[in-house]
């Protein structure tokens, strides 16, 4: 079993997600790379290994019971426990305007940034209870801030889904 830090983080073949797998790989953890896509995420982590860190690719797919089961199987396997969960794994919505927007435009957006982060922290708490120090780490964006997207002077910058309530006003 690893005496340094474990940690897991989901969506993390680019962006913030493989940033944030760099720099604790270079605190010396022992990191899993998490993706859905096994092709991009495979590359992120032969790079970073290149780079002489510690990663490790684990396929896993928030959506997907099997996937995250199989996942939390790996690092098990691999490591014994996880003392870090990263739960970064997220999409953007459509940009429809309220009025077209229906049920099946945000289906997956719920899917990957609400249902998945509950599924991905219940299948690791097993890896997560053996560890010292277990910490849990839920990213989000300014599209998960009711402060963003209430705030008219950015609505501007925000899709117009996040300003249902502001423009629901301007309906009646």
Known sequence: MASTTTALVT??????????VRRLAGLGWQ???AARDTTRGMAAAAELVGDGLSVEFVPLD???DESVTAAAGTVKARAG????????????GTNS??????????RE?????????????????????ASEHPRIVMVSSG?????TITDPSLSGLVPPLSLIRRRNRHLT
């Open 31 to 33: 990191v899993f790379l």
């Open 62 to 64: 928030v959506t997907s």
């Open 97 to 106: 305007a309220p009025a077209d927007t229906l049920v099946f435009d945000l």
């Open 109 to 129: 957006v719920f899917e990957v940034n609400v249902f998945g982060p509950v599924r991905v922290t219940h299948a690791f708490l097993p890896l997560l209870r």
């Open 11 to 20: 969506g993390a073949n680019k962006g913030l997600g493989r940033e944030t």
């Open 81 to 92: 426990r996880l003392d870090v969960l990263v739960n970064n794994a997220g999409i953007g």
């Open 143 to 147: 599209m998960g801030s009711v402060a």
